[in-house]
Nanobody, 121 residues
């Protein structure tokens, strides 16, 4: 069983930075693609960034490309999301997710509890 625990959220002013961390239990998670999602009030959950199991391949939503960076440290079973030049529209609950493949090629089956990011203008 994989457990994911996010940390690093908080309240920041626009233009500042935050780094989110996702600590995973279970060595097998180092073999899984992982991602960060976010959900703002009244909006659907959206994918923010994804990373392959090796860290060699990443993708980003157009709204965060150039500002956010996803990375992973498989030795410490941790995934990070560095968020720079934050905007009020980045305000959301951010979730870490892992994809084992049990549910298919595109479905994430392990989720963290989320961490709140609030960006003030």
């Amino acid at each position: 069983q994989v457990q994911l625990v996010e940390s690093g959220g908080g309240l920041v002013q626009a233009g500042n930075s935050l780094r989110l961390s996702c600590a995973a239990s279970g060595r097998t998670v180092s073999a899984y693609p992982m991602a960060w999602f976010r959900q703002a009030p009244g909006k659907e959950r959206e994918s923010v960034a994804t990373i392959s199991w090796s860290g060699g391949s990443t993708t980003y939503a157009a709204s965060v490309k150039g500002r956010f960076t996803i990375s992973r440290d498989n030795g410490n079973y941790t995934v990070y999301l560095q968020m720079n030049s934050l905007k009020p529209e980045d305000t959301a609950v951010y979730y870490c997710a892992a994809r084992s493949g049990r549910l298919g090629a595109n479905e994430y089956d392990y989720w963290g509890q989320g961490t709140q990011v609030t960006v003030s203008s």
